[in-house]
């Protein structure tokens, strides 16, 4: 019987190979610093990238637990009024809540309220946000006191960073309107930090805190809440029978003690399953990444460890563990690099958040967040992608031949010829897994998963394929270039008798290029997309003035008055214009509340009046679609009648003399058309027109047209609850204009109205049209680039951040500059790949020149040599990664640029392929990697070494 006092654990021998090649790895690490640093960085700064994006975006949104304790601070439970009440709480009175709550539930009940009020700052009148909390008895986290002391009155302030940056004084005193419209003198006894709520729902930061707004003498606010919040602390959370009476006084409770009741529905809540999406999504192109950049310096560099291999396998290694070996090493690297990059990110965010709050803190008012199980996902799958990238390398010494290797015989065998059909076959379905992904993504016909699936599955057909394919092409390019000069000759023939250090050389070039191309030609189809689609928001050379942020000076008739004196001041030719869209008051409409309460519609010849009404409303049960005309009710799919000035009109349109004159006396000028949707339809004025869904027209017909004028019925609902349709209340007055037709198409200038009128018209039928736009037009034509320049000055000095818009016909500059940024990184991307591929490369073609130096060659003759490498193997790489992007860049610009409903002008799909770019990056790629491989050639060698 045999003794088991001897026997080893299971697994011992396996964690043993596995502790000798994390040692050997680490020695290895040490030895060659530079290659070792090399493949760090590329392992650090995909890791860095998509740490700092992770916690940008964590911390610019708020999850759901995060919105609940901002909005309970440090009480237990947060009481909002946020529905009618069934049976108010005893004693419930405005200034009274408080009381009313401690009564049922006892504890501690906080009042705090949100507001807005108008700070005077010189010619500018600004709303500023209000948080109203004591915060001398306890501010609950809502509010911090940064310097000074908290007000103790209802006339004392604390600014914030907000108010500082909108202009408030961060001592003194400053003038605001109030709720009842009064001025009222404030003054300033430190700065801080609140947190407000909007429209019961989205919380932000506040420009001012102060004492709440309730009671005698209290800062009243011009909006905001209807009901203060009322923050609640006990010793334990609210039970299910206080919580079933509050809800009948209409207070909805946020409890953190028990977690039971979910936040509100706000805006500004992220979607975890969102950010898991994008931390997926960036966590696959980091794997990517680092197989592409790391895996030519794994290859390369287990090339180079192939002396020292068979010597281990000589001595008694096994396959396995010469495997684990070069995978030791990855994992050092990878947790390395994985761990340097994280770290790196982490700082790089905070100091992100810091400097974004400092610049911005109206929008960085979020607590800075880590999504560490997102940053931990990344570290993973960076470390995992080392380990792969070096996993083909280590599968290779499988066919490790000692005695050639000791021998120094270092020649790849001879090529399978089945090997590129193999290559070619997979390539196909690859390519077309991207292309369906492409188009599916695209369209939006396909769910995420099938989506993600064809991109993976896809990816990977693909890289096998040109695994398969490269070896042949290095065959192929070394045959074909038989006849160049020596240099090139050899570096080919060398390229292709060494296909195990070229082929990942080439395939790493090869798959960054391929995404390079189809971007580009994405973005360049996209562009030309746009450019054919664009539609002149208002006449050439025309501007609309944009005041500064929160600024409201320019929006009273003081203030217009006051504007149109600056441009004046500025040049006497600029005029100020209002582009409006005749509209009513607001008021409730068949319980459906900020629905006009007067209609204006033109008439279709057969139509009248109540079809023409029935036929604005989407609710109508009998709608009639030949009725649709323009009208005063908003909606994109009739367009409105817009209300300018009569040689603007004239000027955007086209007009002729006769119809010019028309419409300055009185008259009407119509879209024309049968009413089909010709041209595109805006929502308001400045804003992008888009493709109307309806069928609106108003014909002329003998010289005139007719429109209908009158009030709509305001009954509430019917009896059974439904709304009521679009009717006129009686007989509506009928109004016949002399009218004119233009293009439809043009009338998008005209906040893609569908008919146009004067304001003098407007008024002589008491037909209301508050300005949609202030326009600056130059009578002697467009505007000119000086008086651009001045006017923008002047209007900066009245009002800080206002400017004016010009307009000047298609401006690629905003998409160029995202596609010139896409392209950039792309091409570094191909750079990088191609430098450290080649430059790594050149080091194990060491030896080769050591033997050509001991042969008698010169030192011109061995930089030719080099650069001829680099450049040829970066030449075969991005010729065959652009033939392989120009698939699925078509398709993803068939997809984008197919017309849509909501598209602009209408046009057919484009494809541009940016052959300069493309030729650009062809030629300048393979000559730096050239040029990087002339310098790095040294000029004295020591002499070849002697192999035994």
């Known amino acids: 019987m045999t003794s088991r006092r001897g026997a080893r654990p299971a697994g011992a021998d396996w964690r043993a190979s596995w502790r000798l090649a994390l040692r050997m790895g680490r020695r290895d690490v040490r030895r060659h610093r530079g290659r070792s640093l090399l493949i760090g960085v590329l392992v650090l700064l995909p890791v860095a990238a998509l740490v700092v994006v992770s916690t940008l975006a964590a911390t610019s949104s708020l999850s759901a637990d995060e919105r609940l304790a901002l909005d309970t601070g440090s009480a237990g439970a947060a009481l909002v009024l946020d529905h009618d009440a069934t049976e108010p709480l005893p004693g419930w009175s405005t200034g009274h809540e408080a009381q009313a709550v401690r009564r049922l539930l006892g504890g501690r009940v906080t009042v705090v309220s949100s507001g807005q009020v108008t700070a005077r700052q010189g010619r500018r009148d600004v709303p500023v946000d209000v948080l109203g909390v004591d915060g001398a008895v306890d501010a609950h986290g809502r509010a911090a006191l940064t310097s000074g002391r908290w007000p103790r009155t209802a006339d004392e302030v604390l600014v914030t960073p907000v108010g500082r940056q909108a202009g408030l004084p961060e001592s003194g005193s400053l003038t605001v309107r109030t709720g009842a419209d009064a001025t009222r003198t404030l003054t300033v006894v430190g700065t801080g930090t609140g947190l407000v709520v909007f429209g019961s729902v989205n919380l932000g930061p506040a420009g001012l805190v102060a004492l709440p707004s309730v009671g005698p003498g209290a800062l009243a606010p011009q909006s905001g809440s209807a009901a203060p919040e009322l923050l609640l602390t006990r010793d334990h959370a609210v039970t299910v029978a206080e919580r079933t009476r509050l809800d009948a006084a209409g207070l909805r409770v946020l409890d953190r003690q028990d977690g039971s009741a979910p936040p509100r529905t706000s805006g500004d809540a992220s979607d975890p399953s969102t950010l898991a999406l994008w931390t997926g999504v960036g966590s696959t192109i980091l794997l990517l990444l680092t197989g592409l950049l790391a895996g030519p310096a794994f290859a390369i560099g287990a090339i180079r460890q192939r002396h020292a291999l068979a010597l281990l ?26 761990g340097t990059g994280g770290a790196l990110g982490l700082g790089v965010s905070a100091a992100l958040v810091a400097t974004l709050r400092a610049r911005d803190p109206r929008a960085w008012w979020q607590p800075y967040d880590v999504p560490w199980p997102a940053i931990l996902v990344a570290l993973t799958l960076a470390v995992a992608g080392s380990v792969v990238s070096a996993l083909l390398p280590a599968r290779g010494l ?75 092409l ?16 050899m570096a080919v023939r060398d390229a292709a008798r060494q296909r195990g250090r070229a082929t990942p050389t080439v395939l790493a070039v090869c798959v960054v290029s391929a995404a390079l191309c189809a971007v580009a030609v994405l973005a360049a189809s996209s562009t030309e997309h746009d450019r054919r689609s664009y539609v002149p928001r208002f006449a050439d050379g025309a501007g609309q003035v944009l005041a500064g942020p929160d600024d409201t000076t320019w ?45 204006v519609v033109g008439l279709r010849p057969g139509c009248s009046a109540a079809q023409a009404a029935a036929a604005l409303d ?14 005063s009710l908003p909606g994109a799919e009739h367009g409105g009648i817009a209300v300018v000035d009569a040689t603007y009109a004239a000027r955007v349109l086209g007009l002729d003399e006769a119809s010019a004159r028309l419409l300055a006396q009185g008259g009407l000028v119509a879209a024309d058309g049968d009413g089909r949707p010709a041209g595109p339809i805006a929502t308001g004025p400045g804003e992008p027109a888009m493709i109307g869904s309806g069928d609106a027209a108003l014909p002329v017909v003998d010289g ?62 008491g037909w209301s049209h508050p300005a949609g736009a202030s326009l600056v037009v130059d009578d002697r034509g467009p505007m000119d680039a000086a008086t651009e320049a001045a006017l923008g000055a002047a209007l900066d000095r009245a009002s800080p951040g206002a400017r004016i818009d010009v307009e000047r016909g298609y401006d690629a500059s905003s998409n160029g500059l995202a596609t010139s940024i896409v392209l950039l990184v792309a091409g570094f991307l191909v750079l990088v790949a191609t430098l450290v591929a080649t430059g790594l490369s050149q080091a194990e073609a060491e030896p080769l020149g050591l033997t050509m130096s001991a042969v ?40 984008a640029t197919t017309p849509r409903e909501g598209d602009t002008l209408p046009v057919p799909s484009v494809v541009v392929v940016p052959w300069p770019t493309l030729s650009l990056v062809l030629v300048l790629v393979p000559t730096l990697a050239a040029l990087v491989a002339l310098a790095t050639v040294r000029r004295d060698v020591g002499a070849a070494p002697r192999v035994a």
């Open 313 to 338: 396998a000589v001595t008694g290694a096994t396959t396995r563990q010469l495997r684990r070996t070069v995978l030791g090493q990855a994992l050092v690297l990878g947790v390395l690099g994985a």
């Open 555 to 599: 929006d009273t008739a003081a203030g217009r008055a006051d504007l149109a004196a600056l441009v004046r001041e500025v040049d006497p030719h600029l005029r100020l214009l209002d582009l409006g869209t005749v509209s009513t008051d607001p008021g409730v409409t068949q319980g459906r509340p900020g629905t006009p309460t007067r209609l």
């Open 618 to 631: 989407p609710m109508s049960s009998a709608p009639v679609p030949g009725c649709l005309a323009p009208a």
């Open 398 to 472: 499988g066919r490790l031949d000692v005695v050639r290797v000791l021998r120094g015989q270092l020649v790849s065998p001879r090529l399978h010829r089945g090997l590129p059909v193999v290559g070619l076959v997979l390539l196909v379905p690859g390519t077309v897994g991207l292309c369906l992904a492409a188009a599916r993504s695209e369209t939006g016909g396909t769910d995420s998963t099938t989506i993600t699936l064809l991109v993976v599955g896809g990816t990977v057909l693909l890289l096998l394929g040109a695994l398969g394919v490269i070896p042949g």
């Open 474 to 489: 290095l065959v192929l390019t070394g045959r074909l270039l038989r006849g160049a000069p020596v240099a090139v000759r």
């Open 704 to 765: 005139g047209v007719l429109v209908a004028d009158g009030p709509l019925r305001t009954a509430p609902a019917s009896a059974t609850g439904e709304p009521l349709p679009t009717v006129f209340a009686g007989t509506p007055r009928l109004v016949r204009l002399a009218a004119a037709s233009a293009p439809r198409a043009r009338f998008a200038a005209l906040a893609g109205s569908g008919a146009v009128v004067t304001p003098e018209t407007a008024a002589r039928f």
């Open 856 to 895: 008698g060659a010169t030192r011109g003759t061995r930089r030719r040599l080099a650069a001829a490498q680099a450049a040829t193997l970066s030449l075969v790489g991005m010729l065959f990664g652009v033939a392989l992007g120009l698939a699925p860049g078509v398709v993803m610009a068939l997809s």
